[in-house]
Nanobody, 118 residues
Framework: QVQLVESGGGLVQPGGSLRLSCAAS????????MGWYRQAPGKQRELVAT???????NYADSVKGRFTISRDDAKNTVFLQMNSLKPEDTAIYYC????????????WGQGTQVTVSS
């Protein structure tokens, strides 16, 4: 089993910044990808950003240039630096970890609320 603990959400004004963290622990042999997804009220969960162990990143078009994903593989931790936040970024943000296993196992965090409002 793998446990994911997220932190860093909260209330911020438009134009502000937040940094999300997600630490993975448990039966981790090798992590392939770590990332963030979000779900706004009434909408489907969507990809925000992911980063593989090879360094490849993938961002949603809506966050490119504003959000930056990074990893500390020694600590099995992934970060999401969010700048220039907009009200439409308001959502529950979920950490996601994909293990380099066969079959491939995926784990989700419990979610952290990000609210962008004046």
């Amino acid at each position: 089993q793998v446990q994911l603990v997220e932190s860093g959400g909260g209330l911020v004004q438009p134009g502000g910044s937040l940094r999300l963290s997600c630490a993975a622990s448990g039966s981790i042999f090798s992590i392939y990808a770590m990332g963030w997804y979000r779900q706004a009220p009434g909408k489907q969960r969507e990809l925000v950003a992911t980063k593989t162990d090879g360094g490849s990143t993938n961002y949603a078009d809506s966050v490119k240039g504003r959000f930056t994903i990074s990893r500390d593989d020694a600590k099995n931790t992934v970060f999401l630096q969010m700048n220039s936040l907009k009200p439409e970024d308001t959502a529950i943000y979920y950490c996601n970890v994909v293990l380099r296993t066969v079959p491939q196992y995926t784990y989700w965090g419990q979610g952290t609320q990000v609210t962008v409002s004046s």
